[in-house]
Nanobody
Framework: QVQLVESGGGLVQAGESLRLSCAAFRVNFSRHRLAWFRQAPGKERELVAQITSGGITTYADSVKGRFSISTDNGKTTVYLQMNSLQPEDTGVYYC???????????WGKGTLVTVAS
């Protein structure tokens, strides 16, 4: 069973930066997508950024130009560099792995990011 472990959340002031990490264990798929989702209080979980095995990245419009997703060479650790954080970026950030071509999603337990104004 795939296990995803996030780290790097915390409390920051508006305009500051954070880097989230997610280590994936027991990944036995040749191709997969790694992604970061977030869930703000009282809102639904939303996709923030994703990266494919081929390195193609996509971002939510709200984070374009501020956030950057990347992986290590083994593609089993995914990072989310978050710059110019704003209070609306506050939420629990979840790591997600989706193996191709299966309709399966693995989730981490989440890490809390709080941005104070």
């Amino acid at each position: 069973q795939v296990q995803l472990v996030e780290s790097g959340g915390g409390l920051v002031q508006a305009g500051e930066s954070l880097r989230l990490s997610c280590a994936a264990f027991r990944v036995n798929f040749s191709r997969h997508r790694l992604a970061w989702f977030r869930q703000a209080p009282g809102k639904e979980r939303e996709l923030v950024a994703q990266i494919t095995s081929g390195g193609i990245t996509t971002y939510a419009d709200s984070v374009k130009g501020r956030f950057s997703i990347s992986t290590d060479n083994g593609k089993t650790t995914v990072y989310l560099q978050m710059n110019s954080l704003q209070p609306e970026d506050t939420g629990v950030y979840y790591c997600n792995l989706n193996p191709y071509p299966y309709d399966i999603n693995f989730w981490g337990k989440g890490t809390l990011v709080t941005v104070a104004s």
